[in-house]
């Protein structure tokens, strides 16, 4: 049976996501290492369902649509303020975390999308790294 495994993207040497991460408080920090923990123990079969389903334990992902379908994003905390986007990719066992940042706003949420579809297309190009994230 396959998992998926977390990446980060690296530009110019520097884990982008690992980076966002220290920066905010640690509680913030752990609750995404218990969210990213148990998607890591997903079945790769079952992460279709995923997708339809944001209440209980799938609570804090979700596929996004429109002109970011490729995208998913993570989220953390009640209102679900702190989020991660990633795409599926590009193995079907891998999930790259793109770019982090707080939902405070419409426009919050545009910035972190936009630099998630950025970073996606540096991977693609040659122009960004990935490395194993580590939980």
């Not at 998992?3 to 520097?14: A, E, H, L, R, S």
């Not at 596929?63 to 970011?68: Q, S």
């Not at 707080?102 to 999308?113: F, R, T, W």
Request: hydrophobic share 40%.
């Amino acid at each position: 049976m396959a998992y998926i495994q977390f990446k980060d993207c690296v530009i110019d040497g520097v884990n982008v996501v690992e980076a966002w991460l220290r920066e905010q408080p640690e509680d913030i920090q752990a609750e995404f290492l218990v969210l990213l923990d148990r998607f890591e123990k997903v079945p790769v079969e079952n992460w279709r369902q995923l997708r339809r389903n944001t209440k209980g334990e799938d609570r804090g992902y979700k596929k996004l649509h429109g002109e970011h379908a490729v995208l998913r994003e993570f989220s953390v905390d009640k209102e679900g303020h702190y989020r991660l986007a990633a795409y599926r990719g590009p193995a079907d066992s891998e999930m790259t975390l793109l770019s982090g940042w707080i939902h405070s706003s419409d426009g919050a949420q545009k910035v972190g999308l936009e630099l998630a579809m950025a970073r996606r297309e540096m991977l693609r190009e040659g122009k960004a790294e990935r490395v194993d994230h580590v939980t």
